[in-house]
């Protein structure tokens, strides 16, 4: 659901021949590509110091600063602060916890939107408490948890969209499956490092709340009203507005335990698998001089369907989507997950670029070096269009690759963490034996949650 750097959609490539790239069997030297995304960051992370200290996003172009709200909630360092530590970066995490332990405050009569302010700054305040044990940033965390809780003050526990940290005062009662179902692992880590059952509580019945009210078919739409229950948009799919509902319901099950989650993610998954999947064939092969035809093997994608009919209503895929991958992995579906993965890539290949992220899971979990070599191309175009002599920018066109006044917080968190963790030789992960078998999950805006309970 978050804003990406790459918005446009792309619809199902149908043409026959795509040209493939001439580097399948050239070596990666993960070190070296591990040190240069470690230096891209620092080239991003000096901008902002230089030109936004205090604020929660650069604008790179401009070389000036944006806020989300009237006040600032250091979005950026926050949501650095964890990537930092990972990649050692010792002196610049140090002065980074002290700063936001200083000067970080929810104390502000401003109403921000709950499911961003959860997943980057109450998963990033968590995950670095886990990294370094400063119980200033878990106490930051609990503060805001505390003022967050309103959101599930509705007839039905869905949470409204928005709050206001000192009032508690809420609006925005059309939400949708993201926003409402990506609460557990923050407010569940948060209910399990402070004794309080009323994070876990909320935000479980939250998410319960959004798959009991799925179709007849296993299916939930994109909006829906949290004072009614009823939906008041019927599409249904894995992308934005859906997507990171079904993440937690699978990390939910890993990092609790917990067998609803489970059950949950093993039905919705048989629906999407049923009702949005495709299968595309893009014409045929030929063996030889021979007549008789051989099918190319059909490429996995995801599109759109009714939640109530299973009928087809759109074929489109975008960046949103390429998260789907690495969760299939994480779910033991590897088939699904590296055909799927291939499509992505060829997403990304038709205009060199697309989505500002990666999934690292699936070389991980198969140790083929393709996936490496996706990682290096994507990386190598990602510096090629998007670096600003300040920072990254945002494109506004895939096509144009004209630049946008904006970089992100997510850049921090997500995409430069992702590369790394790609790249890096696990000796350089303190966590990395352990990331895998069941005991760290990375929530929506890619900070790593430890189950330390």
């Not at 009991?212 to 939930?220: K, P, Q, W």
């Amino acid at each position: 659901m978050k804003t990406t750097i790459l918005r446009s959609i792309c619809f199902l490539l149908i043409a026959a021949n795509s040209a493939p790239l001439d580097r399948s069997q050239q070596p990666v030297d993960k070190a070296q590509l591990a040190n240069e995304v470690r230096s891209e960051f620092l080239h991003a992370w000096n901008g902002y110091k230089k030109h936004a200290w205090g604020h929660d996003d650069l604008k790179p172009l401009s070389l000036s600063y944006h806020d989300w709200y009237a006040e600032p909630l250091l979005m950026t360092p926050v949501d650095a602060l964890d990537t930092m530590i990972l990649m050692g970066l010792k002196e610049e995490a140090a002065s980074t916890r002290a700063y936001i332990a200083t000067n970080l405050s929810f104390d502000k009569n401003i109403e921000v939107q709950n499911f961003e302010t959860t997943i980057r700054l109450l998963g990033g305040l968590l995950s670095s408490y886990q990294l370094t044990g400063d119980k200033r940033l878990l106490n930051l965390a609990e503060d805001l948890g505390n003022r967050l809780l309103p959101v599930f003050n509705s007839p039905t526990g869905l949470p409204y969209r928005y709050v206001n940290l000192k009032t508690g005062k809420v609006r925005g009662k059309i939400t949708n499956p993201a926003e409402a179902g990506t609460l557990l692992i923050e407010f569940g880590t948060l209910s399990k490092l402070t004794h309080k059952q009323v994070f876990y509580d909320k935000a479980k019945h939250a998410l319960v709340g959004i798959y009991n009210r799925r179709s007849s078919i296993g299916l939930v739409g994109t909006w829906i009203n949290v004072e009614t229950g009823e939906w008041t948009d019927t599409d249904s799919h894995i992308s934005g507005a859906i997507d990171s509902y079904y993440e937690y319901l699978l990390k939910c099950a890993i990092l609790f335990d917990d067998r609803d989650c489970r059950r949950m993610w093993t039905n919705s998954i048989a629906a999407i698998n049923r009702y949005l999947a495709e299968n595309v064939v893009h014409g045929l092969m030929y063996a030889g001089g021979s007549s008789r035809a051989q099918v190319r093997e059909p490429e996995l994608w995801y599109g759109h369907a009714d939640m109530n009919t299973g009928r087809r209503t759109a074929t489109t895929y975008g960046a949103l989507d390429a998260f789907f991958p690495a969760v299939l992995a994480l779910s033991d579906d590897l088939e699904r997950a590296e055909r799927l993965q291939t499509s992505s890539f060829k997403m990304w290949t038709l205009r060199g670029i697309e989505p500002e992220e990666l999934d690292y899971y699936l070389y991980h979990f198969t140790r083929k070096g393709k996936y490496l070599r996706m990682g290096e191309t994507m990386f190598r175009d990602f510096v090629k269009y998007c670096r600003t002599p300040e920072g990254y920018a945002a494109l506004k066109s895939v096509v144009t690759r004209e630049h946008n006044d904006s970089m992100q917080s997510f850049l921090f968190a997500e995409t430069f963490k992702y590369f790394y963790l790609l790249f890096a030789p696990p000796k350089t992960l303190s966590f990395d034996r352990i990331v895998f078998n069941d005991r760290i999950v990375f929530n929506t805006e890619a900070h790593p949650i430890r189950r330390a309970w």
